[in-house]
């Protein structure tokens, strides 16, 4: 739940909808369903708020190891060949 910015209601509840829709994803990917790439792509956008909190408030703590910070902050950029990759993903069975 540290990863939901605090201005979002509900963080509890958004933790759990993101990993239902992480495991959806996963399974339509596995599937080669042709919604899953695309779904997925949407899903890492809609994170990536939670990973620059997280980096900010990671970068905040003056107890934070530096490899840590920099892990914090090196994940944002990685959304980028990540979403790219889920929408190169090729369907392999018809949407359903």
Do not use: F, H, K
């Not at 739940?1 to 909808?17: K, N």
């Not at 994940?75 to 069975?93: S, V």
Request: aromatic share 6%; charged share 10%.
């Amino acid at each position: 739940m540290p990863l939901v910015p605090r201005s979002l209601p509900g963080p509890q509840e958004i933790v759990y909808l993101t990993g239902l829709a992480e495991l959806i994803c996963a399974a339509g990917l596995v599937r080669g369903s042709r919604w899953a790439g695309p779904a997925s792509a949407a899903l890492l956008v809609a994170i990536l708020p939670g990973n620059v909190q997280a980096a900010i408030d990671i970068d905040a703590d003056p107890g934070s190891p530096s490899w840590l910070v920099a892990g914090a902050w090196l994940r944002i950029p990685l959304q980028i060949p990540l979403i790219w990759a889920a929408l190169q993903r090729p369907a392999t069975r018809p949407s359903a």
